[in-house]
């Protein structure tokens, strides 16, 4: 056991080696300055995930029985059906899945089917504990990757300090309530389907907070025999909540705020039950734990290794009530919590709303790391920067299997409490550079009702987590029904055939029907609006637009198009707008494209059903009143495509070429009608329209 001798020496040097020692850093990424030195940062990062057109296929895949938390919570959060959150496959080849439950119970699952393998909770009863903090409890399992010849798997369990007499093995926080315990078993046979065999525990570590603990354990399923990783467990402390006040975090005479990495068949341990890795980069060097891989984590969260490409680690980092992170974790790198929060100083001496601030001039001189994925937390304009908002990344996996190969190269996060999956592009996200483009992923169910977690967990707290097997597929689990999906396939969001009915380049006078004739022009090329519309009478929509009158009415249609805004870019709220599935003057759908997305009625896509316009894309937030990137902010030509699909209502809207849709919408209001070009109150034309679609019979009766 360590001595409290050693614990004073290496704290009173902590600070001095924190100078000395330059890991591995990343140089600051090319991000727009948004404050000046001193002025807080309100807006981090000011994009959105971007909404992709490619959505998941879930399948369910099992479920796990309900469990309840020792002691009884307090906290409405953790009163779940059942707090799991991972999965993975056992390494010998039996196709077994393995799902801790924070609440005590492991399970292995074959054939959809889920039993009790070990019941970890009973066995550290009394002392075990999984009835305050988020993460306390049972929280993680690991194989040895020899499991099948040597039967060893590892977990952590969390315990009241005050409920046993055993001492953390390196140094703890003041005032610890908690001890963060790792495991290893060794089980008689490893193809039993229930534990039977012996237990040591490896290593102890105390927190002074319920939150914050050791979140993950795991080895390098990319390191092969013989290699310098080959059997080497890392493990993810986090700072155990202290962080926000103190400098836990970046001092490397504690393990808080660290990924640490041992060899537990080691014995030079501070304890004698496990091995520091000669390759660690701390080894030897006075006032820093042997132990330490990488440091500066608030709550590293989740972590895995890419098995293709350089088989680099990446870490979903949970913030503190900013940013949520991924970073490319390598051996010696300093995350820079709690001196930064993403790429921010965070500074720990200010009010709540003025803790962010911009980078300083001679930032790369401190050696930080930085993300390479990042999102903030959005919140509303009442918040009180201190209260939690309801956003946290659950890290996740490149993927690199095979059955669904429109995911290969993509990394699959996502948010723990709303449920959204996010994606990012592997090559994207580089050390050093900007960060990577972010993609809001699509959710179906198996008969291709496109759906939200929310949906398929019954809950507005999802709680989501990922898995993975061995052949490199995703699972998605959620706490808040216990069940377990399975990535099946994607589905691309309004991909339907439209059908093969085409008119091509209609710009002739009679072949449209506008709302007031005066107001328009024909060259033979362009369709152009010349005057602004006026307010009409009736439901509030679109003043002025022309009507498509040649070829059929369209059910499944898509339109593409060139359109320009002719109102001066000074003018504020300029619009033109692409009507679909018009059916009268008081029923039909608009795409609005607009150079603000700040107010209601801009950026987005409407149905005017003998009504007001009402908004129904997915982009538009109404609490902080933010829609979409503008589509249109200058007077140049840019092209549009708008894709409705009759019978699933899906709507998606393209600008200049985009792969990715800036708005989409699911509206089954209207299943056919003709399509349109027209502005609220301003000027603009459009030129080479094409239409596509199915052919349907005219609403009013005329085709």
């Known amino acids: 056991m360590l001595k409290k001798s050693r614990w004073c020496t290496l704290t009173i040097v902590s600070l001095l080696m924190a100078l000395l020692v330059a890991p591995q850093a990343s140089a600051l990424p090319a991000l727009p300055a948004v404050a000046g030195a001193d002025e807080p940062v309100t807006d981090p990062i000011p994009e959105d995930p971007i909404t992709s057109g490619l959505g998941l296929v879930l399948e369910e895949f099992a479920s796990v029985p309900k469990s309840e938390p020792t002691p009884a919570p307090t906290d409405p959060r953790l009163v779940r059906w059942a707090r799991i959150n991972h999965l993975g496959e056992v390494p010998d080849g039996s196709g077994r899945m393995f799902v801790p439950d924070l609440n005590g119970k492991m399970y292995l699952v074959k054939n959809g089917e889920a039993h009790v393998y070990l019941d970890v909770g009973a066995t550290f009863a009394p002392a075990f504990f999984s009835g305050r903090g988020l993460g306390q409890g049972f929280g993680y399992v690991t194989f040895d990757p020899e499991f099948k010849r040597n039967g060893r798997f590892y977990t952590v369990h969390t315990e009241l300090a005050a409920s046993t007499t055993q001492v953390p093995d390196l140094p703890p926080q003041p005032n610890t309530g908690y001890h963060g315990i790792v495991t290893e078993w060794t089980v008689d046979d490893p193809s039993a389907s229930t534990f039977q065999g012996t237990r040591r525990e490896i290593l102890r570590l105390g927190f002074g907070g319920q939150i914050h603990g050791i979140q993950q354990i795991d080895f390098n399923p990319t390191a092969k025999r013989g290699d310098a990783d080959y059997g080497l467990l890392y493990i993810a402390a986090g700072d155990g909540g202290q962080g926000v006040g103190n400098t836990d975090p970046q001092n490397l005479a504690i393990p808080q705020g660290k990924i640490l990495r041992i060899d537990p068949r080691g014995s030079d341990g501070a304890n004698g039950r496990y091995g520091i890795p000669a390759g660690n980069p701390f080894v030897g060097r006075p006032g820093a734990l042997g132990e330490i891989y990488a440091y500066g984590m608030r709550d590293p969260h989740r972590f895995s290794w890419d098995p293709g ?9 949970i913030g503190e009530h900013a940013v949520e992170s991924v970073y490319d974790v390598r051996v010696g790198a300093n995350l820079g919590w709690s001196d930064r929060e993403g790429t921010f100083v965070f500074d720990k001496t200010a009010t709540p709303c003025a803790r962010l601030k911009p980078l300083p001039p001679d930032d790369a001189t401190y050696g930080y790391t930085y993300p390479v994925a990042a999102y903030d937390h959005n919140p509303p304009p009442t918040w009180n920067c201190t209260s939690d908002v309801g956003r946290a990344v659950s890290g996740g996996y490149v993927y690199r299997g095979h059955k669904v190969p429109e995911l290969r190269g993509k990394y699959l996060f996502g948010d723990i409490v709303d449920g959204r999956v996010f994606s990012t592009e592997e090559r994207e996200m580089r050390l050093g550079e900007k960060p990577a483009t972010i993609h809001q992923l699509m959710i179906y169910d198996k008969a291709g009702q496109r759906v939200t977690l929310r ?13 993975r097997d061995a052949s490199g597929e995703i699972y998605i689990l959620s706490k808040a029904n216990g069940k377990i999906w399975k990535v099946t396939g994607t589905r691309r969001f309004a991909g339907c055939d439209v059908g093969h009915t085409k008119v091509n380049n209609a710009t002739r006078a009679q072949d449209w029907t506008s709302v007031t004739p005066s107001k328009w022009q024909f060259s033979g090329k362009e369709v152009i609006l ?18 498509l009158s040649a070829g059929p009415v369209f059910g499944s249609v898509r339109v593409d198009a060139e359109v320009r805004l002719d109102t ?5 709220n300029r619009d033109v707008i692409i009507v679909f599935g018009y059916r009268s003057d008081t029923e039909f759908y608009y795409a609005h494209l607009s150079s603000d997305n700040t107010i209601y009625p801009h950026n987005g896509i409407f149905v005017v059903n003998n009504a007001d316009r009402r908004r129904i894309e997915d982009q538009w ?7 979409a990137s503008p589509a249109v902010t200058d007077m140049n030509w840019h092209q549009v495509r708008v894709r409705h699909c009759a019978g699933s209502g899906e709507i998606a809207v393209y600008v200049d070429g985009a792969k990715t849709p800036l708005m ?8 056919s009608g003709h399509v349109g070009f027209g502005s609220f109150d301003n000027i603009g034309r459009l030129r080479h329209p094409k239409v596509k679609g199915t052919p349907m019979v005219d609403p009013a009766g005329e085709g």
């Open 530 to 547: 010349a005057e602004a519309g006026q307010s009409r009478p009736g439901p509030r929509r679109p003043f002025e637009y022309a009507v």
């Open 455 to 467: 949906d398929l967990a019954g809950d507005r707290r999802v709680d989501l987590h990922f898995g």
């Open 664 to 671: 989409t919408a699911v509206d089954t209001t209207f299943g």
């Open 621 to 627: 937030d109404a609490v902080r009143s933010r829609g």
């Open 568 to 572: 001066p870019v000074e003018i504020a």
């Open 309 to 317: 490409g350089r088989h680099r680690m990446f870490l979903g980092h």
